[in-house]
């Protein structure tokens, strides 16, 4: 049986090709680790991709600024339909549809037992910490594809309780893989609360998703910053003020302009190690974001920084910056006796919480992100849009289900 995937070819470029279906088993390929090859997985299963995602992260990846093989297949926010299960699961069965965490994670080790399912033990032979679909993360296949293997079942997968339910709400659902509760872990581990004022770095998908969840967590508001005025204007969509800072390099003098002083409680870094100074003229700056929110965040306040940092970029801006060190104002975070949270998003800690939001009704995540729903074909083209600017998140949907369930019109966007 043919299995078609989304696959990094060179810097700018991703195609579609067939990569053979998957059976429980970690094959060798393309960034998988030799000493994760031929690892069994009877605690696994097979999905039918029903929906997955293009990622911010993954664009880091397919600009060239990791070291990500040519071949890799990408995509690390899977919603899928269980059609094979391993003969060591116990709770899964065919046909759940399920949500697939974007950490790998055993449920064993003892990070896994203390919900620190980010940093799991047993899965990268590397360090602490897996993924689906991404470099230096094991390799693990990825499931922008039609079908894809996922190890560790009974442990990592959230089963939706009603499948026409979550079929109804599927393009919310679909965010639970990532983006939904990193915005989410961004926003709680700023300490936003009843009443908080909240600064968030980053118009795209997850700092939307991070505003939506200040929002849910009681902000009283929710300033959103970022250079590109579509992005901003998707904010305003839903209630957030904005700051365009291409056209104003002083954050504070904004945020004073909103609040009648010049800083927030709490503030999210949703951009990461690409980030951009602010004024027109500004170029590639990576500390800026980290700094500026050091800058307008009170006495302490925290920072939330699920914006990803890397050890690795061959196209940083300078020596220090291509291994991950960057020129942090550190002193000023100390002096403000600030609480920093970093590392990748420990999903199943939230995402059991936020799929109850979004059946009830509470949380609309689709609509704040501007799903837009693409065929596997046209994920090269997505992939430009996206790392274009367009205001959007798009959802690949491998087998047309999801256009069908919906009765959308191609590429339609969902508001």
Not at 88 to 99: A, H, L, P, Q
Not at 222 to 234: H, K, M, P, S, W
Not at 260 to 283: I, L, N, Q, R, T
Not at 393 to 408: A, E, F, M, N, Q
Request: charged content about 20%; proline content about 5%.
């Amino acid at each position: 049986m043919s299995n078609k995937a989304v696959v990094y070819s060179k810097p700018g470029e991703v195609e579609v090709k067939d990569i053979g279906y998957p059976d429980l088993v970690l094959r060798d390929g393309p960034g998988v680790n030799p000493l994760n090859v031929g690892r069994k997985c009877n605690h696994g299963v097979i999905l039918k991709v029903i929906a997955t995602n293009i990622c911010g992260s993954d664009q880091h990846m397919v600009r060239g600024r990791t070291t990500a093989p040519s071949g890799l297949v990408l995509g690390h926010e899977i919603t899928g339909e269980v059609i094979e299960v391993g003969s060591d699961v116990e709770f899964i069965e065919k046909g759940d549809i399920v949500s697939v965490p974007f950490n790998i994670a055993c449920g064993r080790c003892v990070n896994c037992r203390q919900q620190d399912t980010h940093i799991c033990l047993n899965v990268n032979p590397d360090r602490p910490g897996s993924a689906y679909g991404y470099v230096d993360m094991g390799g693990w296949v990825g499931g922008q594809s039609e079908y894809v293997m996922v190890p560790y079942a009974d442990f990592q997968l959230l089963k939706f309780p009603d499948r026409d339910k979550a079929m109804d709400k599927i393009l919310d659902l679909t965010m639970l893989s990532d983006i939904f509760p990193t915005g989410y872990h961004g926003a709680y581990s700023a300490g936003v609360k009843m009443g908080s004022t909240v600064y968030v770095a980053g118009a795209g998908p997850v700092g939307l998703a991070a505003a939506h969840s200040a929002q849910l967590l009681g902000a009283s508001v929710v300033i959103v910053g970022d250079l590109n005025e579509e992005r901003l204007a998707q904010a305003r969509s839903f209630g957030c003020e904005t700051v365009n800072l291409r056209d104003h390099d002083d954050l504070g003098e904004q945020i004073e302009q909103i609040l009648g002083v010049p800083e927030v409680d709490c503030a999210v870094d949703a951009v990461g190690f690409e980030a951009s100074g602010h004024g027109k003229d500004a170029g590639e700056a990576p500390a800026t974001v980290l700094n500026s929110i050091m800058d307008i965040t009170r006495a302490g306040g925290r920072l939330g920084i699920p914006g990803l940092y890397v050890t690795g970029d061959p196209g940083a801006v300078d020596a220090e910056a291509k291994e991950g060190t960057l020129k942090i104002r550190f002193g000023l975070g100390f002096a403000k006796a600030h609480h920093f949270v970093t590392g990748q998003t420990p999903v199943m800690k939230y995402n059991r919480d936020l799929m109850q939001a979004i059946l009830s009704g509470r949380a609309q995540i689709a609509k704040v992100v501007n799903a837009t729903v693409i065929s596997m074909g046209e994920s090269p083209d997505g992939y430009k849009q996206f790392d274009g600017g367009a205001a959007r998140k798009y959802v690949i949907d491998p087998h047309g289900t999801v256009r069908k369930h919906l009765s959308l019109d191609t590429a339609e966007v969902i508001n």
